[in-house]
């Protein structure tokens, strides 16, 4: 059974360092890798879609891995900003259409 | 539309009632899933359409618990005799075609059962 962990529950960073948020899975055979964003209220925003087949995506200040044989992905944020505290989410792609949820990391970035 | 709508955006009721609710997907995508989240947890999946058909319903917590999707594209979820355990935000997300894709979030439907 697929289970996925977003270690640590929570993190605190001040304005402009680079950071870096891990997900980690039991089960290699994955479809595809997503991270999510949700701010307090809000739906979820989808940042990065990784296929099994990719190793690490790119948008902006954003840069995600993939390792699947050791069972792990990692958020990359570079120059992080106020704007970017948020609960960060990871699901993983069990089939064609089931996912697994980690469940968040809440980072605050601290002006 | 331009991204997924969900209605009512809140939702107050008491417990015993009847409650429904609604999710305009992405215009074409033929994914549906419906999942509820509580505070401080990752979503919880419900059901899952592709087209008109629920093609995994196993989330769904019991009987009271109903969803449809008619005409392949908007999707209803139906809460009968609700409890105080039902309290939730409910996500609704859709995605295009069969394979795994991107999946796409409205902003939910906060339901508080008094």
């Known amino acids: 059974k697929q289970e996925v962990t977003q270690i640590p529950a929570a993190l605190s960073v001040p304005e402009g360092e680079n950071l870096v948020l891990n997900c980690s899975f039991t089960?290699?055979?994955?479809?595809?890798l997503q991270w999510f964003r949700q701010d307090p209220g809000k739906g979820l925003t989808s940042l990065l879609l990784?296929?099994?087949s990719q190793r690490e995506q790119t948008s902006g200040r954003l840069n995600a891995s993939l390792d699947k044989s050791s069972g792990r992905s990692t958020l990359y944020i570079a120059a992080s900003q106020p704007g970017d505290s948020a609960t960060y989410l990871c699901?993983?792609?069990?089939?064609?259409?089931?996912?697994?949820w980690g469940a968040g990391t809440k980072l605050i970035i601290k002006p | 539309g331009a991204g997924v709508s969900q209605t009512p955006s809140n939702k107050v009721t008491e417990k015993g009632k009847y409650v429904e609710l609604r999710c305009d997907p992405i215009?074409?995508?033929?994914?549906l899933y419906w999942y509820r989240q509580s505070l401080g947890q990752g979503p919880e999946f419900l059901i899952y359409?592709?087209?008109?058909?629920?093609?995994?319903d196993s989330g769904l917590p019991n009987d009271r618990f109903f969803a449809v999707r008619p005409e392949g594209s908007v999707s209803t979820l139906k809460i009968q005799r609700t409890e105080r355990g039902d309290s939730a935000v409910y996500l609704c997300?859709?995605?295009?075609?069969?394979?795994?894709?991107?999946?796409?979030f409205g902003e939910g439907s906060r339901l508080t059962v008094l």
């Open positions: 997300a859709s995605r295009s075609g069969v394979s795994a894709g991107e999946l796409f």
């Open positions: 215009s074409g995508h033929t994914a």
């Open positions: 359409f592709q087209g008109t058909g629920a093609a995994d």
């Open positions: 089960d290699s055979a994955i479809y595809n």
């Open positions: 990784i296929q099994s």
């Open positions: 699901a993983v792609g069990n089939s064609n259409y089931q996912l697994i």
